[in-house]
């Protein structure tokens, strides 16, 4: 058989023997949409030009920044999630995609929202994870109206002008801490719950979906009000201290946000560990450590590869205005982790 020839491409794709050539040599400007009818053409026939085509789609693509405003940066998880960011943006095709990734220490509403604000101004779009309060809402629709079109990261926001979320199921989160919770526990007892922030979108379904499933399947339990660590270790250390001075019959605690080091820390410090069933969020090597040693019993993982690429996706098709073409609204399998399977 002999290799398909220019002829054969433009008949592929519909087009005339010079649009391809200039395409393939950038002699004259050629709609978007026609080089991309070209190139799928290209890799259905086989032609041997393709690399060359992908080369010069890049080399034309439009040029868009995107943010990200993310937590703590001394974070590991954060951290993970901002490497992930970075690679998927400059990956994403169709775009050439720059990366501007800024942390938030105190995440406090009027800090995100000053930050937001500030990020929004330099960027085309952005994505963030926030606490769901009125000033942030408010910076968001603020964006929107100048044309900047802002996305959720782990949490949902509920600013009606958001363009998307991609984070996992904390319903099902949720349930299955309790589960694990409920059917390790050699007898009833009290259970501790934290929560980054008691606006938390996320945090909060994973708290009701913790307790309907104890009050469903195991009622002999008694579930604690929940903590607010403000996804700090230290907060967190000092809660986790406080429930076991407070609760002798303390069987179990689930942390339903971050600052997850603080508990490990205070199990390991109290001499707790593995006495109380500790179920927290996200693989880092702390979590890792702590399911090894039998401190942690098991561990809720965002898949961050994954959440890193559709995210860009949704940004990607906003700057676009292709914002309704694709899913944007994600909710990923989370990954569960206990320490026979890290």
């Known amino acids: 058989m002999t290799r398909p020839t220019i002829r054969d491409l433009a008949e592929a794709a519909g ?16 709609r978007r949409e026609t080089a991309e009818r070209v190139l799928a053409a290209a890799e ?3 032609y041997h030009g393709t690399g060359l085509l992908k080369r ?7 040029s868009r920044t995107f943010g990200f405003l993310l937590q703590r940066r001394a974070d590991a998880f954060y951290q993970e999630m901002a490497a992930a960011l970075v690679a998927a943006t400059r990956a994403a ?10 942390f938030v220490e105190d995440i406090s509403a009027g800090t995100v929202a000053e930050k937001l604000l500030a990020l929004g101004a330099r960027v085309d779009a952005l994505a963030v994870v926030a606490a769901d309060h009125p000033k942030v809402t408010e910076a968001v629709e603020q964006l929107a109206a100048r044309g900047v ?12 002008s958001g363009i998307g979320h991609v984070g996992i199921d904390h319903r099902k989160a949720g349930r299955t801490a309790a ?8 007898k009833p007892g009290s259970v501790g719950i934290f929560v980054g922030s008691h606006r938390y979108v996320g945090h909060e379904l994973s708290e009701i979906s913790f307790r309907s499933y104890f009050r469903e399947h195991a009622p002999e339990f008694r579930l ?3 903590l607010a660590n403000l996804e700090d270790p230290h907060l967190a250390h000092e809660g986790t201290m406080e429930l076991l001075r407070r609760n002798p019959d303390l069987v179990g605690i ?18 707790a560990a593995g006495r109380i069933l500790a179920v927290c969020n996200e693989l880092v090597p702390e979590t890792r450590a702590a399911l090894v040693d039998g401190v942690l019993d098991a561990v809720i993982a965002t898949p961050v590869q994954a959440l890193a690429e559709r995210s860009v996706e949704i940004l990607a098709r906003a700057v676009a205005g292709r914002g309704g073409e694709g899913e944007n609204r994600v909710l990923l399998p989370f990954e569960l982790y206990v320490s026979e399977n890290v």
């Open 15 to 30: 087009v005339g023997v010079a649009t391809v050539d200039r395409v393939l040599n950038q002699r004259a400007p050629v």
């Open 44 to 46: 259905a026939i086989g």
């Open 56 to 62: 010069r789609l890049e080399e034309t693509a439009p």
């Open 93 to 102: 095709p169709g775009v050439r995609g720059k990366p501007v990734v800024e």
């Open 149 to 160: 079109g802002v996305m959720t990261l782990l949490s949902e926001l509920s600013a009606p």
């Open 179 to 186: 589960w694990a919770i409920s059917r390790l526990a050699k």
């Open 224 to 226: 604690l009000e929940p």
């Open 254 to 271: 689930y942390v339903a946000g971050g600052g997850m080091a603080g508990l490990i820390s205070a199990l390991r410090e109290s001499g």
